[in-house]
T-cell receptor, first 114, second 114 residues
Framework: QKEVEQNSGPLSVPEGAIASLNCTYSDRVSQSFFWYRQYSGKSPELIMSIYSNGDKEDGRFTAQLNKASQYVSLLIRDSQPSDSATYLCAVRPNRGSTLGRLYFGRGTQLTVWP | EAGVAQSPRYKIIEKRQSVAFWCNPISGHATLYWYQQILGQGPKLLIQFQNNGVVDDSQLPKDRFSAERLKGVDSTLKIQPAKLEDSAVYLC????????????FGPGTRLTVT
């Protein structure tokens, strides 16, 4: 069973702070990792993907992956009220097949207050 | 580039009735996914198509759910008969190829079963 666990929210940070979102996964063969942002009543929007150990930066977002420890995190620097949303961690095993199933966590609700 | 299109956006039906959802993926995307997202949870894959063939339907409740993608482009998901626990948002996603690329979601269909 492939489980994806995210730190329970809600997470509340002041504007301008760093928001840290964490995710752990149980399937060691997982190779692809994604962070989606979901505003209330909207569909998930892909914001970051990461495939190898280390950090990947895109603007104010940094994804960090540690396969040995089986965790992936998302840092949001200079948080803005518009970042207030639920952040979904998704993991995809890569077994060399055509299967593309994503396993999602429950999401962490982030609130950035002015 | 147009995104994933879905219709209807909202649907309210009574239990034991039937309902159908439609999805048109991003042009050129070979892989199409249907996810179910229950309130407060992450999306869960129901079925995955590669062109017009089913790749993964292991999580699809086949006694009541069916899906097709006859020409390898748009797709229809049907529920018959609906149960109260089917109340959820049904999300369609697409990717150029399975197992490699990121998935992009449509706006979803919010189903309420009364």
């Amino acid at each position: 069973q492939k489980e994806v666990e995210q730190n329970s929210g809600p997470l509340s940070v002041p504007e301008g702070a760093i928001a840290s979102l964490n995710c752990t996964y149980s399937d060691r063969v997982s190779q692809s990792f994604f962070w989606y942002r979901q505003y209330s009543g909207k569909s998930p929007e892909l914001i970051m993907s990461i495939y190898s150990n280390g950090d990947k930066e895109d603007g104010r977002f940094t994804a960090q992956l540690n396969k040995a420890s089986q965790y992936v995190s998302l840092l949001i620097r200079d948080s803005q009220p518009s970042d207030s949303a639920t952040y979904l961690c998704a993991v995809r095993p890569n077994r060399g097949s055509t299967l593309g199933r994503l396993y999602f966590g429950r999401g962490t609700q982030l609130t950035v207050w002015p | 580039e147009a995104g994933v299109a879905q219709s209807p956006r909202y649907k309210i039906i009574e239990k034991r009735q039937s309902v159908a959802f439609w999805c048109n993926p991003i042009s050129g995307h070979a892989t199409l996914y249907w996810y179910q997202q229950i309130l407060g949870q992450g999306p869960k894959l129901l079925i995955q198509f590669q062109n017009n063939g089913v790749v993964d339907d292991s999580q699809l409740p086949k006694d009541r759910f069916s899906a097709e993608r006859l020409k390898g482009v748009d797709s229809t998901l049907k529920i018959q008969p609906a149960k109260l626990e089917d109340s959820a948002v049904y999300l369609c996603a697409s990717s150029p190829e399975a197992g490699i690329n990121e998935q992009y979601f449509g706006p979803g269909t919010r189903l309420t079963v009364t």
